[in-house]
């Protein structure tokens, strides 16, 4: 029985009971089909390599960009960097991020747009304001052929900063609290 795998990578016999999964195929022919499979799903972007490149900061990551993405990229982040004077630089998840007692935002450059992660929060606080944009729960997409709106960003910024800095003191009166019980 012919096997391969499938979008997941979970080996599939050709046959219609799929519950039999590793039990009949021939185990020689998978190789084979799995590359098969394998160059079909990767022309689709759907399989992510495994050695992908890895980055230790900012500089490095914005460095793998052409040079005007580097600049909308770079401006991005100077916007940030003045919002949040005090955060620190760090990479979370492959993509810059700021933090301070928490991560504050993370921003990418993906193909047509530049994604702005300022949490779920930061895009319910200005919903109306990111309207104009796509973008889903935690996210907003600036399409990267139009000037990025750095006030809008500048105030999601100081609303995070002002978020978690607020959260770190509730916590910590919380501790002094149970410290004096």
């Known amino acids: 029985m012919m096997c391969y795998a499938d979008r997941r990578g979970k080996i599939v016999s050709s046959g219609s009971r799929r519950w039999r999964q590793n039990q009949e195929c021939d185990k020689g022919i998978l190789p084979l089909q799995w590359q098969q499979f ?3 799903y990767e022309a689709r972007g759907e399989i992510m390599e495994s050695q992908k490149a890895t980055f230790e900061t900012i500089d ?12 909308i990229l770079e401006a991005l982040r100077a916007t940030i960097r003045a919002a949040a004077p ?12 700021f933090a301070l007692h928490g991560n504050l935002v993370y921003f990418a450059a993906l193909k047509n747009h530049i994604g702005f992660y300022p949490t779920s929060s930061g895009i ?10 796509e973008g889903s729960k935690g996210a907003v997409r600036f399409p990267i052929n139009q000037p990025l709106p750095m006030d809008l960003i500048r105030k999601i910024v100081a609303y995070r900063v002002a978020e978690n800095l607020n959260r770190a003191a509730a916590k910590a ?9």
């Open 38 to 40: 394998a160059h079909h």
């Open 173 to 181: 009166q919380k501790k002094a609290r149970q410290r004096k019980v």
């Open 60 to 71: 490095e990551y914005i460095a793998t960009f052409p040079e005007d993405i580097q600049t």
């Open 124 to 133: 319910a606080a200005f919903q109306q304001e990111l309207s104009r944009y």
């Open 86 to 97: 005090e955060a620190e630089e760090r990479i979370s998840y492959q993509m810059p991020t």
